[in-house]
């Protein structure tokens, strides 16, 4: 098949030039400073690391500019002159060479082309590597991650102890710069964190899976064509809107109007509450809900529906006994997805409901989330090495496994679903 034979020659002239060039962006710092420091004056060496990534930047980013380094007296006007020559000889040095190799390399693969080359089982060859590598790098990336915030969290507990972050009842991270300044410790107590996510969490839920679901069955079972074609669509930009238009609604609108209807009937509700984060955060995450419940039920084999309906059910008893426990598996991963991005969302949390970490069990007071603490903790000019700092990597690595053990407990559930219907 010529295709083969064209895609065998354009692999082997891109890929070892395209791997070349990511080793020459690895390698640019180290290739940098080895064509600076030459030309760089005993003073500024003595400068310190600062003044000579301050050369380089010049170099690099607007050569035109080095009169400003030669004023400043970081470099001479001749040594300026001949690093920019050196560099810019270099950067066509480099760029001839890998277009001479990529030219040899698709001269070579070229001449061994004949009408039998069996070209096709050697593009699956490179194709199944690229694919390999790939995945390779997604896994080890995930990997890091996790040994990551393994290694801070260590860090972390041997500052602050493990039960008194796990089950501890009170959250104030604040602590202070000085050893004789009040309040120097510090309170790391988890609890109330993981308590406002799941709050609003199920808030979230309790909107977002009935909806979705039902507004599924509707699309895929009942709406016509046409109309499914409109709706869905629509349904659909829910999704695509910014999660910091849906804080601003949550804080303008729903918050007081939770709150006035709360004052209405005689209730207190605080203006932050996880009722209204939660109201705003389900509508969010319908789409994730009815979009792939809906495709997991229209991929329902017709031969089920059909016979449900020849043996004389109608089109809700087909749902609720034929489609939904085919769909189970699907819907569960829906539902499962819809809680990963509930717990996951920010912004919504911080304009909606709150810094306060209150442990309550109210949807109507004011809590946080952990997304939210990780985010403070870190925000602004932060030293890596106090517990206040640590602590965000700790939230992080609990989250994980949170989410990790609903993962777990889903597939168990799907996997008990799937052999009772097959």
């Known amino acids: 098949m010529p295709i083969y034979h064209g895609l065998y020659v354009s692999l082997w002239s891109t890929l070892l030039p395209i791997f070349l060039i990511i080793l020459l962006l690895f390698f640019k710092d180290s290739y940098l400073n080895y064509i600076v420091i030459p030309f760089l004056s005993e003073e500024t060496i003595d400068l310190g690391i600062d003044e000579i990534l301050y050369v380089k930047s010049f170099l690099i980013n607007n050569i035109s500019s080095l009169s400003t380094l030669i004023s400043s007296g970081f470099i001479s006007e001749g040594d300026a002159n001949l690093l920019v020559e050196k560099y810019q000889e270099s950067r066509v040095v480099s760029f001839s060479s890998l277009v001479l190799l990529s030219i040899i390399l698709g001269f070579v693969s070229y001449k061994k082309l004949s009408v039998r080359y069996d070209a096709r089982r050697r593009v699956e060859r490179i194709l199944k590597f690229i694919f390999f590598v790939f995945s390779t790098i997604a896994v080890l990336t995930t990997v890091g991650i996790i040994f990551s915030l393994i290694f801070e969290t260590l860090r972390f507990f041997s500052q602050v102890g493990f039960f008194d972050f796990v089950f501890g009842t009170h959250w104030s991270p604040q602590t202070a710069i000085r050893e004789d300044q009040v309040g120097s410790s510090g309170s790391f107590g988890s609890i109330p964190l993981f308590t406002g996510t799941l709050l609003i969490t199920a808030v979230a839920m309790s909107i977002a899976a009935p909806l979705g679901l039902y507004s599924a069955i509707f699309l895929s079972q009942y709406a016509k064509p046409k109309t499914r074609d409109f709706l869905k669509p629509i349904l659909e930009i829910l999704a695509g809107i910014p999660t910091v238009v849906y804080g601003f609604f949550a804080a303008l609108t729903v918050g007081p109007f939770v709150r006035s209807c709360g004052e209405y009937i005689g209730l207190t509700v605080a203006t932050e509450s996880a009722l209204a984060a939660g109201l705003v955060m389900g509508v969010m995450i319908i789409p994730y809900v009815s979009s792939l419940s809906d495709d997991v039920m229209t ?26 426990p085919a769909a189970l598996p699907g819907i569960v991963s829906a539902l499962l997805l819809a809680i990963s991005r509930a717990i996951g969302e920010t912004m919504i949390v911080v304009m909606a409901a709150g810094l306060a970490a209150n442990l309550t069990a109210n949807p109507l007071s004011a809590v946080t989330t952990v997304t939210v603490q990780i985010v403070t903790l870190l925000v602004g000019d932060q030293e890596f090495d106090s517990a206040k700092t640590l602590a965000a990597f700790a939230l992080g690595l609990m989250l994980f496994v949170i989410t990790l053990a609903l993962n777990v407990f889903a597939m168990i559930i799907v996997r008990r679903y799937r052999e009772r219907y097959e």
Do not use: H, M, Q, Y
């Open 299 to 324: 991929a329902v084999p017709l031969s089920l529906r059909d016979g449900s309906l020849a043996l004389g059910a109608t089109k809700a008893e087909t749902v609720k006994k034929v489609i939904i």
